[in-house]
């Protein structure tokens, strides 16, 4: 039977992880206030064509505040194009504020990850063998690098001779340092920024300076390397058009309202215009987008775009590995189960015999389970010798100094031995591995010479709370398919206890991928998470893959993310992410639009006040005046408000999508109706009473 | 007014019981499958597609398909243009029409073919029998078949399959629908007394003992398909009022009723093509409403009349200024809701003359350009709202938005809000242009906010090819005809280029298998967010000139 041998063990659970190094937030909004005015410089102003429409109202409202009559239309004092004017500012402010905010909360991320990656040196290991101290930003893709004890790991990396421990708490918070090994599957790569507390190695650099995991990690967070993303980009076309619309509208107003006599000033349309197009979202857009990326840092996990935060929002299918994912890494000796006739007491002599020299979390597990049961070494331990488990063998064991052999592995595996050495396998042994399968767990055959003894059975132990995530994905449509190296029979019952929809047993590695590529023909999107070099394939082939950082630097390469923490199930976190992602986008576009409606019936009447219209102002605002101002006060002011819901997201429940959008319209779409109208009726009130 | 709705309720029930039937029976047809026509209709399409050298070609590109509408329509609209510029000089003119003026032909040449059939003229005085017959009337056959295969194209393409061959739909829309339905209604019309002759004007004299000339022509095979084709171009000047048109209830029921028929129709269509005639029920129930509550809106209006006469007569009486009293405010009301909600533009009655509800309800029909909608193309536009309303309420769920398992994208965004931007472009820059100089320019005969209903009626009327005229306007002039066909040919063509590159984008998406983290939009929720979306996504863009006309009259009536 295999002993895994992981590095690390997977994270426990959420509450007790760390976190990435905490970000200094102190002088955050001073900071961001100061940033909203420079983000005033039209060149960047031009890239959100909603806000770039406020801000050139505003210009043209300044003008008419120094002269009224620049236009030649009369009909508001200098008084009131000024006070638009400042309101305008504030909303083109308030928006580069929310902008600037969710930035400054990335790069506070960002310093914090990179008072980690401080300069360092390293010696690079020239083609004669020399060495030559290099400052780590000449470091290239491919130099060989010595690190010795003490020394911050230069750049990411692969092992490629010695064996060391690693201090990688700088970026995981795990404290218990790592053993770094070549050749072995997940040890042999290393991270920039990391700290060597023992030995030497000899490392292959990986990525160029700034091209890490954690610069990548960086240059999201702070927003330089955001792209747009493809529902982003969409929404932004979709309010642009309606911001063409609008302006349409209001700009085609002036000759029908100057043939009935009741001309319009410049103002009062720009106030129009700015009340109609959807200022809301168009100031907070790129926030959320940003904090989207940020709440993914957060949780210690890089992203390589936005692109692959999005569409963990969109997964149908997740492809889990059972050992690691869905249970706890180590299963645990549970009881021995005997056969052809041996007493309890003797299988937990032969299992102790067998696993005295086995370190792995199992082997341990025997001997205890073995030592409380009474069993005792009948043999000086000095004089044994142990025998390792190999994959070819796929059973361990120990010779004994009387020369017998002492075995314990898969049952086939030891069905095997005990026929090569002129032994039968014994009656009972099927029914006692059926047994133990039928339970959910793993039976290992234990074996003296040509008889077998009995059966262990391994206890797979379920994570705790795993069974509740599965229902929530359910609910959100999110199938779940387990990988197991186990027997079907085993594999059906851990696949029940767990709550996942689907099972493939006695998996390989191709199988992943075959799993991956049939869902997708079925034009479902996969996330999978992998670790190891024979991972590497299927977790490029996945929509979303997602590699553990203690996995190899192959793995981690064909993966669109890292988990810093290595802890698989944070694949279920991502999907909530990116879900909430849309969801804060779509509930706040259709808060957005929702809106002009009660702005139509403050300042329509407000602008037509000559033509007998008075019964259209139902808020029953004080003056024509009042009304404009009230609804542009609302406008401005509703967007720091929902700076908070955009930064944070719009709580995500595992609801279904239709009990989802009846929750959400409810809130976003009714509230986006009536709200406006009690806010500028309340503003209205408070103009009035100055 | 107790009377006249439950009059308002029957003609609705007989809606409601034939449009399904028609919508089955076209779903039949463009699904390929056999109807008892194929006897009939087999032969002649046989026939045509022989001698056109149409191939049984399995489905068009996109590309290819707007090429065929597009140079399709050109080559008839030129075709049409030269019959009308050389009508005097062609047979069937017994009253000896000349040539109308080269901007009036282009107008009504580009109103026929754009299935709009705005009338800057009377056709009596203006067009000969075989101008109106032989060239408009065949563009009203073959304008109502563009949109009907416009749509199926589209229904096509969003339910995931190739949008098929444009020649092909078009010839199957008019042998298996248009043909046999208007061979039916007119001889149906013609026992109703509608007049069908190649004879000129009868000459009759007069009790008084004057002579009086009274107009006739080949009518009933023309008043059919103006009205089942929703083209809407009376062949006389006045319409569907013309007793020769319209000569009584009868008729006005089959005219109200068949000019909704296909729309509406169409809309159970997509739902059997869909294989979701639960949708397609939701949608038809929702169009339904929207119809109704305008329909309320009008009726009430009418029937209350205008306060200002009220107030001198000392009582309360329906208004019944531009209309026919056969029809009466109940029937007028209800034939001006459908016709300008089914952008049919025939009338039966003055629209210009409708109390400012009316204006109003008349006037929304024509922006939302959905209630049942062009032929065709107005089934498609419900489509694009869903397809907007899916996009928003999708991101809502939180995952990117699907439409019938396809995922709706840039592409899907750009070319749908193509169509919304078009709207409003053809319809609010021509009005203010003209209203920025009526003196020169409008020719309105009416001031004051109901002159912003005048020009804003016309140019919408135009946009959204429906036809109807508010009237009051001088509208043959070098302005009005060359405006309006600007607007006639963005509202038209620019949403048909757009729809059939979203359809075959869609049909090219790998469909996406349904979870119950789908939204689903068969569903009485989505139905209704989808209403509220088309209010505010269609209704807001125009409530200004809204305000500016019929609202501010009827406020200032009181």
């Given at each position: 039977m295999n002993s895994t041998s992981t590095v690390r063990q997977p994270g426990g659970p959420r509450q007790q992880r760390r976190h990435t190094p905490k970000a200094n937030l102190s002088d955050l909004y001073q900071r961001a206030f100061k940033e909203a005015w420079v983000k005033l410089n039209p060149k960047i102003m031009v890239k959100n064509p909603v806000m770039f429409m406020v801000w050139v109202g505003t210009l043209i409202t300044g003008m008419l505040t120094l002269n009224p009559n620049l236009f030649g239309v009369t009909g508001t004092s200098a008084m009131f194009n000024g006070l638009v004017t400042v309101i305008l500012l504030f909303t083109v402010l308030f928006a580069n504020f929310a902008e600037?905010?969710?930035?400054?909360?990335?790069?506070?991320?960002?310093?914090?990850?990179?008072?980690?990656?401080?300069?360092?040196?390293?010696?690079?290991?020239?083609?004669?063998?020399?060495?030559?101290?290099?400052?780590?930003?000449?470091?290239?893709?491919?130099?060989?690098?010595?690190?010795?004890?003490?020394?911050?790991?230069?750049?990411?990396?692969?092992?490629?001779?010695?064996?060391?421990?690693?201090?990688?708490?700088?970026?995981?918070?795990?404290?218990?340092?790592?053993?770094?090994?070549?050749?072995?599957?997940?040890?042999?790569?290393?991270?920039?920024?990391?700290?060597?507390?023992?030995?030497?190695?000899?490392?292959?650099?990986?990525?160029?300076?700034?091209?890490?995991?954690?610069?990548?990690?960086?240059?999201?967070?702070?927003?330089?390397?955001?792209?747009?993303?493809?529902?982003?980009?969409?929404?932004?076309?979709?309010?642009?058009?309606?911001?063409?619309?609008?302006?349409?509208?209001?700009?085609?107003?002036?000759?029908?309202?100057?043939?009935?006599?009741?001309?319009?000033?410049?103002?009062?349309?720009?106030?129009?215009?700015?009340?109609?197009?959807?200022?809301?979202?168009?100031?907070?857009?790129?926030?959320?987008?940003?904090?989207?990326?940020?709440?993914?840092?957060?949780?210690?996990?890089?992203?390589?775009?936005?692109?692959?935060?999005?569409?963990?929002?969109?997964?149908?299918?997740?492809?889990?590995?059972?050992?690691?994912?869905?249970?706890?890494?180590?299963?645990?000796?549970?009881?021995?189960?005997?056969?052809?006739?041996?007493?309890?007491?003797?299988?937990?002599?032969?299992?102790?015999?067998?696993?005295?020299?086995?370190?792995?979390?199992?082997?341990?597990?025997?001997?205890?389970?073995?030592?409380?049961?009474?069993?005792?070494?009948?043999?000086?331990?000095?004089?044994?010798?142990?025998?390792?488990?190999?994959?070819?063998?796929?059973?361990?064991?120990?010779?004994?100094?009387?020369?017998?052999?002492?075995?314990?592995?898969?049952?086939?595996?030891?069905?095997?031995?005990?026929?090569?050495?002129?032994?039968?396998?014994?009656?009972?042994?099927?029914?006692?591995?059926?047994?133990?399968?039928?339970?959910?767990?793993?039976?290992?055959?234990?074996?003296?010479?040509?008889?077998?003894?009995?059966?262990?059975?391994?206890?797979?132990?379920?994570?705790?709370?795993?069974?509740?995530?599965?229902?929530?994905?359910?609910?959100?449509?999110?199938?779940?398919?387990?990988?197991?190296?186990?027997?079907?029979?085993?594999?059906?019952?851990?696949?029940?206890?767990?709550?996942?929809?689907?099972?493939?047993?006695?998996?390989?590695?191709?199988?992943?991928?075959?799993?991956?590529?049939?869902?997708?023909?079925?034009?479902?999107?996969?996330?999978?998470?992998?670790?190891?070099?024979?991972?590497?394939?299927?977790?490029?082939?996945?929509?979303?893959?997602?590699?553990?950082?203690?996995?190899?630097?192959?793995?981690?390469?064909?993966?669109?993310?890292?988990?810093?923490?290595?802890?698989?199930?944070?694949?279920?976190?991502?999907?909530?992410?990116?879900?909430?992602?849309?969801?804060?986008?779509?509930?706040?576009?259709?808060?957005?639009?929702?809106?002009?409606?009660?702005?139509?019936?403050?300042?329509?009447?407000?602008?037509?006040?000559?033509?007998?219209?008075?019964?259209?102002?139902?808020?029953?605002?004080?003056?024509?005046?009042?009304?404009?101002?009230?609804?542009?006060?609302?406008?401005?002011?509703?967007?720091?408000?929902?700076?908070?819901?955009?930064?944070?997201?719009?709580?995500?429940?595992?609801?279904?999508?239709?009990?989802?959008?009846?929750?959400?319209?409810?809130?976003?779409?009714?509230?986006?109706?009536?709200?406006?109208?009690?806010?500028?009726?309340?503003?209205?009130?408070?103009?009035?009473?100055? | 007014m107790l009377q006249g709705f439950v009059q308002i309720a029957l003609i609705l029930a007989i809606l409601v019981a034939t449009a399904p039937l028609l919508g089955r029976y076209m779903a039949r047809v463009f699904l390929g499958q056999s109807t008892w026509l194929d006897k009939i209709a087999r032969p002649l399409e046989s026939l045509i597609f022989a001698g056109s050298g149409i191939t049984k070609h399995p489905s068009m590109g996109a590309t290819q398909y707007v090429s065929a509408a597009l140079i399709s329509n050109l080559v008839m609209g030129v075709f049409v243009f030269l019959i009308l510029m050389f009508q005097g000089s062609l047979p069937l003119n017994p009253t000896g029409l000349a040539a109308p003026s080269w901007d009036l032909a282009l107008h009504t040449a580009i109103s026929f073919v754009t299935n709009t059939n705005q009338q800057h003229y009377s056709g009596e005085t203006t067009y000969t029998y075989f101008s109106q017959a032989g060239a408009l009337g065949f563009l009203m056959f073959t304008s109502a078949a563009t949109g009907i295969a416009v749509a199926i194209a589209f229904i096509r393409g969003l339910t995931g399959q190739a949008i098929g061959n444009f020649y092909q739909d078009l010839v199957l829309s008019i042998t298996r629908i248009l043909l046999p339905i208007s061979l039916v209604g007119a001889i149906l019309l013609l026992v109703a007394g509608v007049p069908e002759t190649l004879a000129g004007p009868a000459q009759v004299t007069t009790l008084e003992g004057a002579t009086q000339w009274i107009a006739r022509g080949p009518v009933a095979h023309f008043e059919i398909i103006k009205e089942l084709g929703e083209n809407g171009g009376g062949f006389f000047g006045i319409n569907s009022a013309h007793p020769f048109e319209n000569p009584n209830n009868f008729a006005n029921l089959l005219e109200t009723v068949i000019m909704m028929v296909i729309p509406a129709g169409l809309i159970i269509t997509y739902g059997i093509m869909a294989g979701n005639p639960e949708q397609g029920w939701l949608i038809f129930w929702m169009v339904f409403i929207l119809y109704g509550i305008l329909i309320a809106i009008a009726a009430v209006g009418e029937f209350q009349g205008n306060p200002l006469i009220n107030q001198i007569l000392g009582e309360t009486q329906p208004n019944l200024e531009g209309k026919e009293v056969r029809f009466g405010w109940v029937l007028t009301a209800l034939w001006a809701v459908s016709t300008t909600g089914t952008m049919c533009g025939a009338v039966n009655g003055m629209h210009d003359s409708l109390m400012p509800p009316g204006g109003f309800v008349t006037l929304s029909d024509l922006f939302l350009q959905i209630i049942w909608g062009g032929q065709g193309t107005g089934t498609a536009y419900l489509f694009v709202f869903l397809i907007l309303t899916v996009f928003l309420t999708g991101l809502m769920v939180g995952r990117t938005p699907e439409f019938l398992g396809r995922k709706i994208e840039k592409r899907e965004i750009v070319l749908a809000s193509l169509i919304l931007l078009i709207h409003p472009i053809a319809i609010l820059i021509p009005t203010a242009i003209t209203l920025a100089f009526p003196d020169t320019l409008a020719g309105i005969s009416n001031p004051g906010f109901h002159g912003i209903s005048q020009v804003a009626y016309e140019y919408a009327s135009a946009a959204a090819n429906n036809g109807s005229g508010f009237e009051g306007l001088a509208d043959n002039t070098l302005w009005w005809n060359l405006s309006a066909s600007f607007s006639l040919i963005a509202g038209r063509y620019v949403p048909i280029v757009a729809l059939i590159f979203l359809a075959d984008g869609m049909a090219r998406k790998q469909p996406v298998p349904e979870t119950s983290g789908t939204l689903h939009t068969d569903t009485t929720l989505f139905t209704g967010i989808t209403a509220g979306a088309i209010i505010i996504l269609g209704a807001l863009t125009f409530l200004p000139i809204l305000v500016l006309g019929p609202v501010a009259e009827a406020f200032n009536l009181v």
């Open positions: 600037a905010v969710a930035e400054g909360r990335g790069k506070a991320q960002a310093d914090a990850l990179r008072s980690t990656q401080t300069q360092t040196y390293a010696q690079r290991i020239l083609a004669d063998g020399s060495l030559e101290m290099v400052s780590s930003t000449h470091l290239r893709k491919g130099d060989r690098i010595v690190v010795s004890v003490g020394d911050i790991i230069p750049a990411d990396g692969e092992v490629l001779e010695g064996v060391a421990s690693v201090d990688e708490s700088a970026i995981t918070g795990e404290s218990a340092p790592v053993l770094k090994e070549p050749g072995s599957d997940v040890a042999s790569s290393v991270t920039g920024g990391t700290r060597i507390i023992s030995d030497e190695l000899i490392i292959r650099v990986t990525a160029d300076p700034g091209k890490g995991f954690i610069d990548r990690m960086i240059d999201l967070v702070e927003g330089a390397e955001r792209s747009k993303t493809p529902n982003e980009i969409a929404l932004t076309v979709l309010l642009a058009v309606l911001t063409l619309v609008f302006l349409i509208v209001v700009a085609t107003l002036p000759p029908p309202a100057n043939y009935i006599d009741s001309p319009v000033s410049i103002t009062l349309l720009i106030a129009l215009l700015v009340a109609l197009i959807p200022t809301t979202i168009g100031g907070l857009l790129s926030a959320i987008g940003i904090a989207g990326m940020d709440r993914v840092a957060q949780f210690n996990v890089v992203a390589t775009s936005g692109r692959a935060v999005e569409a963990c929002g969109d997964i149908n299918t997740l492809v889990l590995d059972k050992t690691g994912t869905i249970t706890l890494g180590n299963r645990l000796a549970e009881t021995f189960l005997p056969v052809n006739g041996h007493s309890l007491k003797e299988v937990a002599a032969i299992a102790l015999a067998a696993s005295i020299f086995d370190t792995t979390p199992e082997g341990k597990s025997i001997v205890r389970l073995a030592e409380k049961m009474g069993a005792t070494l009948d043999f000086d331990r000095q004089q044994a010798e142990g025998v390792e488990f190999s994959a070819r063998t796929r059973m361990s064991g120990t010779d004994l100094p009387d020369g017998s052999e002492v075995r314990k592995g898969a049952v086939d595996a030891i069905r095997g031995f005990v026929r090569s050495r002129g032994g039968k396998s014994p009656t009972g042994l099927d029914e006692a591995y059926g047994k133990v399968s039928h339970l959910g767990g793993t039976p290992l055959a234990v074996c003296r010479n040509d008889e077998i003894y009995g059966v262990i059975y391994l206890k797979d132990i379920i994570k705790p709370g795993i069974q509740e995530r599965f229902n929530q994905l359910r609910r959100m449509g999110v199938r779940t398919v387990m990988l197991t190296g186990d027997n079907r029979i085993t594999a059906s019952v851990i696949a029940k206890e767990a709550g996942v929809d689907d099972f493939i047993a006695e998996a390989t590695p191709e199988d992943k991928i075959q799993v991956i590529q049939q869902e997708q023909a079925a034009g479902k999107l996969v996330a999978m998470t992998g670790d190891g070099t024979n991972d590497a394939p299927a977790l490029a082939q996945a929509n979303v893959g997602l590699a553990m950082n203690s996995g190899t630097q192959a793995a981690k390469e064909a993966a669109n993310m890292v988990d810093l923490d290595s802890d698989p199930t944070k694949l279920i976190d991502l999907v909530t992410i990116g879900k909430q992602l849309l969801i804060t986008r779509g509930a706040l576009t259709t808060f957005s639009l929702a809106n002009d409606i009660a702005k139509y019936f403050a300042i329509i009447p407000a602008m037509f006040a000559g033509i007998g219209i008075g019964a259209l102002n139902i808020m029953d605002l004080k003056s024509p005046q009042s009304a404009v101002l009230s609804a542009l006060i609302y406008n401005a002011l509703i967007i720091p408000a929902l700076i908070p819901l955009a930064l944070r997201g719009v709580k995500f429940r595992p609801l279904s999508a239709d009990q989802l959008l009846q929750r959400n319209i409810l809130v976003y779409g009714l509230g986006g109706i009536i709200v406006p109208f009690v806010a500028i009726k309340l503003i209205d009130l408070g103009i009035s009473l100055l | -």
